[in-house]
């Protein structure tokens, strides 16, 4: 329903209801918490598979546009986003994992694991965003005005928003990290190493980049490039360690 407003908004040009849309985004993501919780954590232990990190990404995604939403003008970017968290509970409903659920999880793991994933999954949402924040900049400095200029907030909108995803994402990476040092007894074992520098690489690029901005008033080009060097970082930390076991450093 919260997508249907926005498309019929960005048709007829009539502002969106946004406290209609807010609270019944809020009541949707409150309902996919449900049914995820229901998922993750059943009598067995807790269940990480396939179908239920997908409803959990697709929570993540709606529920970090939903709370930005709150303070900035961006219902434009929404209209993707509600869809995206349907399909993904869908699936969990649907489909059940074949993988047994692990009943030797304490909480802190658990919170560890769910904080990285989140923390990934917001940084895509920012290389997402830095993308079109890059189209957006590129077609206006070479004034080529496609439609897509008049479906997306003002450049500072676009801007500012990009800024509070990485600030979200820091402060999840930054939990995630924490929970890691605590509660992950081998955190800096040798296989795992590779995904601890990594992701503190990746910590250290964000920062920096909020850094800068505050500092230097670091923006546009510059914001889009830190931002994709953070996500590679990350995504090396979290998927790419097996190949940098096996190739880089040419170990089996």
Known sequence: MSTVLIIKSLKTDVQVNRALLLGMATAGGLLHLYFLFDALFQEAGVQLGVTTMAALFSLVLAATGTIVAYYRHIESLLAPAYPVAIVGLCIALLFTDHGLPNPHLNTGVIAHILLSISAYCVLALALSQSILLWIQNYQLKHRHLHDLLTLLPPLQTMEST?????????????????????????????????????????????????????????????????????????????????????VILDRV
């Open 162 to 246: 990009l800024f509070d995803l990485i600030s979200i994402c820091m402060v999840l990476l930054t939990l995630a990290i924490g929970t890691g040092f605590i509660f992950v007894s081998d955190f800096f074992a040798q296989h795992l190493l590779h995904k601890t520098v990594f992701a503190l690489g990746a910590w250290a690029v964000l920062w920096l980049l909020l850094f800068g901005r505050n500092l230097w008033g670091w923006r546009g080009m510059v914001a889009v490039k830190w931002t994709m060097t953070g996500f590679v970082l990350l995504t090396l930390g979290y998927f790419g360690s097996k190949v940098v076991l096996e």
